[in-house]
């Protein structure tokens, strides 16, 4: 399966050194991804927005008035479980918003630094959108697990 991610930047910030192929490789390349999608090519959509466009996007859509890292938007979640549909076309996954402001400010507590951070909140969205999430303990292990991989293994393709 490929994996095709399209990206927009609005306002201020942008991707920084994210390498889209790289992280495009790796997560369409994954077992997991592999496992739940049957389709030629899964495509997502990635926008970068200020602090303030996602605050406003988290209020809206979450009701939560505060500003987050990243915000996924799937299309195949029926009442929390992912149903795609099984075909072999091209597939559109949904949209994935990050606010490189925010994840600069984290950033600085970590020690991945901004790209590591950045990669880290991109592989967490679009794990949103093939239905991974961290609701309970047991499917927060299992997505920090495999988010954590893609992570390592994003960073081991970049540096070839």
Known sequence: ????????????????????PALE????????MK???VC??????????SKDEIKGLNAVYRNV?????????????????FSPPQWGGELPLGDVVISPEF?????HSSDTGFDGE??????????????FD?????????MWSVQERMREGYFRRRHR
């Open 65 to 81: 008035s505060e500003s987050t890292d990243v915000l996924s938007f799937p299309l195949w979640e029926e009442d929390g479980v």
């Open 118 to 131: 950045m990669a880290l909140v991109a592989i967490h969205g679009i794990l949103h959108l093939v239905g």
């Open 134 to 142: 961290h609701d309970t303990d047991e499917r927060m292990t299992a």
């Open 35 to 37: 496992g739940l999608l």
């Open 103 to 107: 994840v600069r400010d984290n950033a």
């Open 1 to 20: 399966m490929i994996l095709r991610i399209d990206v927009s930047s609005f306002g201020e910030g942008g991707a920084g050194d994210l390498d889209i």
């Open 40 to 49: 030629d090519v899964a495509q997502v959509a990635l926008s970068f927005v």
């Open 25 to 32: 490789s790796e997560i369409g390349s994954s077992p997991e």
